[in-house]
Structure formats: structure tokens, C-alpha cells
């Protein structure tokens, strides 16, 4: 039950694809959550809802730049990244549960990249700045929301050993 932690929060059973292993090395006796934590999970976070989310808000900005949407997004509440039901459980319950794992702090991390880069296709578009928004959100935009992503997809697939 334990597979997807025990590569992802533990370093010694890192995949061979890891690009940047330094950044999970941790306690070498940490290998795996218990059940009672992971059903807890389960019913706190609905890890669907929050991937459908995040996936959401690249339309949510590329409507903005197409001129198609009557949103009010604010970029100084966009970069805040524990507003969002996802930051709200990576702040509280997930993080008292995982935060001591080194990955976690990384899904917090590419969590606050993601919303701060969100901010700022927002910031550009609305100062006008129409191109600079578009290279945002097809470059550090477009990365920081895959890996946001991807370590989601990881953490539900880990959640249904």
C-alpha cells in the first residue's frame, strides 16, 4: 500500500527517472504512510476535484487574454496560494499529516508557483500587456501547472494502493 511513498517521500526508493533526486532526500526510515492517515486523506482532500481545478485555470486565463471573459480576478488574491480549497488543505490537515515529508514540501512549493505565476498572466493581461501574459502562460505558467498536477496524480494514484 505503501509504493507510491515509499518512492515518493523516501529517498532511497527514488525512480531511476527522478530529475532531481537531491531535492526528496530524507529520513531513510520513513517508507511508507499508515492506512489510518491515508483514508483520512481520502475523505479530506478530493484530489479529482482539486486536479479538475488547477487544469481549469488555464481556460479561466486564456479567456482572459481572448478577451472572453467577464471575471474580476484580482492578481494580489490569485498569488495567495492557501485560498484555493487545495492551499487550504496543504496549509492545515495535509500538511500536519505529510509536512515532514520532503516531497510534500515540494507540492507546496510548485502549489505556490503555480498560483503565482497565475497572478501574473492576470497582472500582465491587465496592464495591457497582452504578449508578455501569453509567454507566461505558455511557458512558466503552463510548467508550474503540470508539475502541480502531476505530483497530484502521483498522490491519488499512491492513495488507491
Known sequence: MGGFFSRFFN????????????????????????????????????????????????????????GKSSEALHPETICLDNHCDLGQWLHGPGGQKLGHYPAFQILIARHKNFHVQASNVVALAQSGDVERARQTLEAPYWHASTQVILLLMQLKRGLKR
Open 11 to 66: 529517498a532511497n526508493k527514488l525512480d531511476a527517472g527522478a530529475s532531481n533526486p537531491s531535492l526528496l532526500t530524507g529520513p531513510s526510515t520513513e517508507s511508507e504512510i499508515d492506512t489510518k492517515t491515508m483514508e483520512a486523506i481520502v475523505v479530506e482532500l478530493d484530489l479529482d476535484t482539486a486536479i479538475a481545478s488547477h487544469e481549469n485555470w488555464k481556460l479561466r486565463l486564456q479567456n482572459i487574454l481572448d
